[in-house]
């Protein structure tokens, strides 16, 4: 799959603040993707955050949270 085929996609990324998940949402931000990231953590103890990004507070154990963020999307990375 190549990288532009992200661009203007809608993408969930679950855990999505940390290392890993904010290198990737910038990535795919540059591409003009939609991003929303997941956390479990008080924002408070988020380090950084760059990008403009849909932040929610889920636990993707929980169903009817996951279920309503998977909906609208094309990608998910866990």
Do not use: K
């Not at 991003?35 to 009817?64: E, Y």
């Amino acid at each position: 799959m190549s990288v532009d085929w992200y661009r203007r996609r809608r993408v969930l990324i679950t855990g999505g603040l940390g290392f890993i998940g904010t290198n990737l949402s910038e990535a795919l931000l540059r591409l003009d993707a939609t991003v929303t990231v997941t956390t479990t953590r008080p924002f408070s103890q988020v380090r950084r955050v760059r990008t403009p990004l849909t932040i929610v507070t889920a636990d993707i154990r929980d169903r009817d949270a996951v279920e309503g963020l998977v909906r609208d999307v094309d990608v998910i990375f866990n």
